[in-house]
């Protein structure tokens, strides 16, 4: 498939292990990257032989994710961006977007996955702006506390906070305690972009869920949970839900679904379904 075969372990940046898969090397190569290795593609294989759409949910996701950003560097004037689980950045990344609108804009990047760190601090070193923590996102003080987010992030004044495709990979019911923590830390007029795998409760879509989370939960990766509308809405507790389309009254909706960039001449995929997207602010 043009992959490149798993690397020899000298090839393999510092604290990589090439055994095991990556949340981030798996989504990343769904978008088109080429940082996988075998134990990577084993799953993907898996994934894409249960339902061959899934490309679909990554696509949708990051898709949603650009435009969020351009719509929050655009309209609300805010400078800091403090994205949280941000991936490898083989698709276009939030620096690039906001950074268009204002070239001024601060971005702090947090993940934990050393082949997205390596990539990361690799990309930023030529942009001032632009920072990369190692920090666990689901422990909120180690990210909210961290000397860098500290040094960079006023939280005083209003911020963008991105969840984007993370807390489905928490597992258990303690996100919306991991989220208020993060909101209680955000000014007033902040806002926060958010997406998680969805199950639309339509038993076709459920089922097209369940298949994946099977791969992801009990694969070895040991997580990836799909949840209902009143899971995810839960998660931003005390937010107020910016509309997310012209016709939609305000909630949460497929990521394709958000303010797409002109009409589908195309319908969506039932995958595309299974991947929600919201915009929040806090009043
Ligand atoms: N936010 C990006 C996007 O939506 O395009 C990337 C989403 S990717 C599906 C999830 C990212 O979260 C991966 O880069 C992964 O390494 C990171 N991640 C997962 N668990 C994490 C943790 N406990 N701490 C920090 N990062 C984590």
């Known amino acids: 498939s043009g992959a490149p075969p798993t690397p020899s372990p000298r090839q393999v940046p510092v604290g990589v292990d090439p055994n095991r898969p990556s949340i981030a090397r798996i989504y990343d190569g769904f978008l088109g990257g080429k940082d996988h290795y075998e134990v990577d593609r084993t799953v993907m294989t898996k994934i894409n032989q249960a339902v061959p759409e899934a490309v679909d949910i ?17 309209q609300t004037g805010i400078e800091q961006y403090l994205d949280c689980g941000s991936g490898l950045p083989t698709a276009e990344n939030t620096h690039q977007i906001v950074q268009r609108s204002n070239s001024d804009a601060r971005v702090v990047y947090v993940d934990n996955d050393p082949v997205v760190l390596a990539h990361g601090r690799a990309l930023l070193e030529e942009n001032e702006n632009v920072h990369m923590v190692e920090a666990d996102i689901f422990t909120p003080s180690a990210v909210l506390k961290n ?3 500290v040094k960079h992030i006023d939280f005083s004044q209003p911020v963008v906070l991105l969840h984007v495709g993370t807390l489905h990979h928490f597992e258990g019911d303690g996100g919306p305690a991991v989220m208020q923590e993060y909101i209680d830390a955000l000014a007033p007029g902040s806002y926060v972009v958010f997406s998680h795998f969805y199950d639309p409760e339509v038993p076709e879509l459920t089922q097209l869920a369940k298949r994946i989370e ?12 799909f949840r209902t509308k009143d899971e995810i809405v839960a998660m931003l507790p005390g937010l107020e839900i910016i509309k997310p389309n012209a016709t939609t009254a305000p909630g949460l909706v497929a990521c394709d679904e958000w303010w797409p960039d002109g009409p589908r001449l195309t ?17």
């Open 267 to 283: 319908p969506l995929s039932k995958a595309a379904h299974c991947i929600a997207g919201i915009v929040a602010r806090k009043p």
């Open 147 to 149: 000397d860098i987010v």
């Open 214 to 225: 099977e791969i992801l939960v009990h694969g070895p990766m040991g997580a990836g949970r």
């Open 58 to 74: 990554a696509k949708g996701n990051r898709g949603f994710l650009n435009r969020a950003c351009r719509f929050l560097a655009g």
